[in-house]
């Protein structure tokens, strides 16, 4: 079951990597129509779009009313999901030598300067924009990216903890059972709880819910 649900989140990642990619340079490409028909302004005959529009983007009243609808839910699944990574950091901690432990308070610190700059992103009173609710959806995915990929993970902490031989294989048990805890929140949780995970806190500022 673990093994089939892993597929398919690794699917859903690179086929949404895909699209990202896809609508990105859509929006940012220099768009030069081709050069018209020969006598093509003598046709009767409208013309047809040369390029075709981006994928809708999120309807702020149709996500404010998922929110109100799983907003318990949604929750237990932001808890749960603080107590996995906090159960990670305490065994990764119990790992270290001393002289790792100034490495350990500098990631640390580095995480917490991470989330603050993503908290002074999205902060501000007025309504979110459709643009902004779609980046907010997006970054759990990236999370989830780097609990399923375990060597990529163990290659981080390995690189910013300098750990030894010994050191690593441990990491990789605690990456590997944290990532069987994950799917399981996931597996166990309503689907739109993880992309809506960071909306969450943010819930005032999307206006009201869509009935």
């Known amino acids: ?3 089939r649900v892993l597929i398919a989140l690794l699917t859903v990642l690179v086929f949404g990597a895909g699209y990202f990619a896809r609508w990105w340079a859509d929006c ?3 768009q030069v129509p081709p050069a018209p028909a020969l006598l093509g302004e003598l046709s009767s005959r409208k013309a047809t779009p040369v390029f075709n529009s981006p994928d809708p983007l999120p309807n702020p009243a149709k996500v404010a009313a998922a929110l109100a609808r799983l907003g318990p839910e949604i929750e ?6 603080g107590e996995i990574d906090a159960e990670m950091d305490r065994e990764t901690l ?4 001393p002289e790792q432990l100034p ?3 500098k ?3 580095h995480r917490a300067e991470y989330r603050a700059m993503e908290e002074a992103g999205a902060a501000g009173d007025g309504l979110l924009t459709s643009e902004q609710i779609m980046n907010l959806q997006q970054r759990p995915l990236y999370k989830l990216l780097a609990v399923v990929v375990v060597p990529q993970k163990l290659h981080w902490l390995a690189n910013d903890l300098n750990l030894d031989a010994a050191q690593r294989e441990k990491a990789r048990q605690i990456l590997l059972v944290r990532r069987e805890k ?3 929140l996931v597996d166990s949780s309503p689907p739109p709880s993880l992309t809506l995970s ?3 806190p943010l819930a005032p500022r999307l206006g009201e819910p869509k009935k």
């Open 1 to 3: 079951m673990k093994s």
């Open 28 to 30: 940012h490409q220099c």
């Open 76 to 81: 237990k699944f932001r808890a749960r999901m």
């Open 94 to 97: 119990a790992l270290l030598r």
């Open 103 to 105: 490495l350990w308070d």
């Open 107 to 109: 990631m640390i610190k």
């Open 182 to 184: 994950f799917l399981a």
């Open 198 to 200: 960071r909306l969450a």
